[in-house]
């Protein structure tokens, strides 16, 4: 009972307390009844000691002192003292918004701005380089990749057997999965309409290795696995049971085909997972058991046991590797094969773990350098609207100025007063970080569509989380203590004396000195984020401009698959199927190629030729087997020599190549190669001649030289692979021709017949334009906020200037009335303010110059160093900062210095 009432005590206390904050609210009635009742007992005595009654309740008030004071006393005594002053400061606080729409709309927009930015950003980059994996135990996870590559290669594939070999080796050290790379891929959901889905072949411990549960059905298991052919199951993704099938039991049980197979769906991943791969979003995983065995080439990952080491984990699959590689070099390698070239491939061949908590990203190999350049970038930005933000207030606290004043006279604490402008600041940093959050919700998914091709988008976990929600607090935070603590303290202190008696505005040289700094700086960061948007927007119109070897305007690319009714026949087919699309309707031309053009770079293959000079230490050369007219489709020009026929086609035709100038300069130096003769390194010499030379053509990479090519006749494949491993299963078709894409897609359709299945068309130069995504991506956001900046600065520079004129407005009128021009006016004027710009702009170059060296990497056709694109940032600025101040300058010059004189 004794607690019961301690506890209805207590919450009455904190009700009645509550009440005390509401407008009105009782404890204020009862303040002021109190107070009237005293004065009204001191009145009533003072009469009685004869006073009149006038007199007698002026003297109350006396005795009684300030009233405003008492009540501030009584408030003060109350525990909730400081959440009243919170309530009141906000109130405050709106109703002076209100009252400023125009002014607050202009600073919730530009921290808005600079906020959404960088939450859209953070979005991004934590999803791409900083968020581990949904599955369990993340950081017990590691993959193998070659030692010779980077540490985000995505590379590290075996072949099946040699996995299963590794997974034996590794036991009581790591459980190891296996999957191959997730793909697009036509799919057929129970009977329908193919459409184009994300789909991932797995082995059976793929779920089990990662710890995922099923949210419905179950998950693939080692069983799925153990036969080929056997066990045609599937698990889907939450997503597409949610879209897809709106989450109704029943998808359990449902047909997927593809790759002439029928799948039973059974089960659905959680709705976190969407696989190892970020930037892939995984629709329909598949077991091992259902791929061909001989393309299977899977990626490792597997999970250390407790007290394991990557390195331990690692030593047992580099052994089965080194096993498997010295086995094939014997079975392949020709005699007298040099032993450094022996050497030079197995060191090619080691692996080592690395960790995979993060998962595998192709999307962190291409941005991790670049996601961190926009970080910064967009940080400058928000730094520059900080500036701006603080200038603004600086500005509006010289109108606010008397008002402080006259609240420090009643006898307000400069406590309070910090207190209350710290409360605006913190008010507009909230509606900023609100407005921010509705930005980044809105520019995130752009931002992910920038990252990847339009045919290959990425798909990222972007969503709002905890994490980005602290990101935003301690961004707000930041706008808070940059953009508000420097006008606060600052009008906290205003002289109320001095203020009074002159009714003057926020003059100080401190007050100038401040907004002119921050207007510099403003002018410093601009100039760094202008160079930057040159140096990308040169780079990108650099590789976009770059001698391709090849023409690409008018050609069509479309990847053919061969049914397996042909792979026996496929040489006439191929024919077969290049007559029937040449007679096509506005085809001009057409052609075959086992690589496309900007599909991904040819495979190499180490060679041997009969040139007088030594063979170089690499003697790789990308390998492409091409149709007759493969050459004359693309443009590519030959420079000696002739072309392949359709005898060249044949099986018992003789074996002639094309090379390009890359490989004559590798192989033959100054040696005339026509008639000279190549063959393989791995094979048995089949010798070929070389019939004839063509230009060099960059095939996957804008950036680099046209790589060293061998052109071979696609009759003449088995020469060169073994059945297993053809190439001719699956092709690139080339036409030149038609304007209209849908057309032409649906007559290749009608022509392939059942015997080809035609996969996604494209042009060739938006095959090209996707190898351009990351620099179109830097160039893009560079511009955008470098323009933003600019503008900002520009803002800052204008204000600065109007409001010199504006408080100098009596100096001039005195300058005029004594016979000053107003060339004399102007030039007086823009000293001050090119002072500012020069101090900025020598800043922003050294600024500037320290920040280009860190983009290197990524600036092509130029040096990082190079004057041109610091001379042109200058200009540029000059010329908007030069019209930013002339403009109050020259209205300046046209003040009437009677009206000037008399106003003040």
Known sequence: MGDSSILRSRFHRFVSQLRALVPGARADAGIEEEVAAHIELQTRKHIQAGMSAEEARRRARLDFGGIENAKEECRDARRTRWLFDVVQDLRYAVRGFLHARGFTALIISML??????????????????????????????????????????????????????MQKRAEGLADLMAYQGAAPTSISIDKSEPERLMQQTISGNYFEVLGIQAEAGRMISPHDDSEAGRHAVAVISYRLWQT?????KGAIGTKLQFDSHMFEIVGVTPPWFFGVEVGKMVDVWTPVSMAPADNLTPRIMGRLHAGVTIAQAAAPLQAVMNEIMLEDVRQHAPP?????????????MRIKGVPAGGGISYLRREYRQPLLIIVVVVGLVLLIACSSVANLLIARGSVR??????????????????????????LLAFLAASLGLLLARLGTPLLVRLLAPSNQPARLATGTDLRLLVFTSLLSLLTVLVSGLI??????????????????RLTGSGSEWVRRALVGAQIALSLVLVTGAILFSRTLVNLMSSRL??????????????NPAVYKDLVPAWNELLRRVRALPGVEQASLSSSGLFTGEPPLVGIRTTAAKPLPPDPTTGRLFVSPDYFQTLSIRFLAGHDFGSRDTQPDAPRRVIVNEAFVRKFFGNENPLGRRLTQLANAPVWNEIAGIVKDAKYGNLREAAPPMIYIPYGKITDWLPQRAHPGESMFLQLRGRESMASLAADLRREAGPRFTIGEMSR??????????????LASIASLFGGLALLLATLGLYGIMSYSVLQRRREIGIRMAIGAAPKTIIEFLLRGALA???????????????????????IFGFAANDPMTFIAAVILLLTVSLAAVLVPAYRASKIDPMIALRQD
């Open 112 to 165: 808005g701005l600079g906020i959404g930015a960088n939450l859209a950003i953070f979005s991004v980059t934590d999803a791409i380089l900083l968020r581990m994996l949904p599955v369990e135990d993340p950081a017990s996870l590691f993959r193998t990749v070659n030692a010779s590559g980077n540490p985000y290669d995505l590379g590290g594939g075996v072949s099946y057997p040699v996995y299963r070999k």
């Open 244 to 248: 897809r099938f709106g989450k109704a």
């Open 336 to 348: 007298g094969t040099p032993k450094q070239l022996i050497d030079r491939f197995l060191a090619g």
């Open 401 to 426: 100025q008397q008002e402080i004043a006259i609240r420090l006279s009643l006898g307000a604490h400069r406590r309070r007063i910090l207190q209350q402008l710290i409360t605006e600041s913190v």
């Open 487 to 504: 006008p606060a303290f600052r009008l906290a202190r205003t002289d109320m004396h001095a203020t009074l008696k002159s009714g003057a």
């Open 549 to 562: 070897g090849f023409d690409p305007s008018s050609v069509f690319v479309a990847r053919i698959a061969s």
């Open 764 to 777: 060739q130069q938006q095959l090209i334009d996707d190898t351009l995504v990351r620099e179109r991506l």
């Open 836 to 858: 500012i710009v020069a101090a900025g702009t020598a800043a922003g170059l050294v600024a500037a110059s320290a920040g280009t060296h860190l983009a290197k990497a990524l």
